[in-house]
Nanobody
Framework: QVQLVESGGGLVQPGGSLRLSCAASGSISSNSIMAWFRQAPGKTREWVASIYNITGTTNYADSVKGRFTISRDGAKNMLYLQMNSLKPEDTAVYYC???????WGQGTQVTVSS
């Protein structure tokens, strides 16, 4: 059984930064891709960024490229999302996920507002 627990969300002004964390536990394959998704009010959940655990290869949605950085600590089973230059349109609940599995965390709210 895999468990994912996100943290680090909050209220931040436009242009500010936040760092999200995701603690993963349970049976996690080393050959996995971990990702961040987000869901804004009234919108469908969308992919934000992903990282391949073995090589560290990263990919980003165009909307966050150059502003967000995904990283992981394999030894601690932690996933991170450093978010800089935040915009009001980044407001959403952010979720981490292991791609190819049905497991989701509870999410962490990020609100970008002045």
């Amino acid at each position: 059984q895999v468990q994912l627990v996100e943290s680090g969300g909050g209220l931040v002004q436009p242009g500010g930064s936040l760092r999200l964390s995701c603690a993963a536990s349970g049976s996690i394959s080393s050959n996995s891709i971990m990702a961040w998704f987000r869901q804004a009010p009234g919108k469908t959940r969308e992919w934000v960024a992903s990282i391949y655990n073995i090589t560290g290869t990263t990919n980003y949605a165009d909307s966050v490229k150059g502003r967000f950085t995904i990283s992981r600590d394999g030894a601690k089973n932690m996933l991170y999302l450093q978010m800089n230059s935040l915009k009001p349109e980044d407001t959403a609940v952010y979720y981490c996920k292991i791609l190819g599995t049905p497991h989701w965390g509870q999410g962490t709210q990020v609100t970008v507002s002045s």
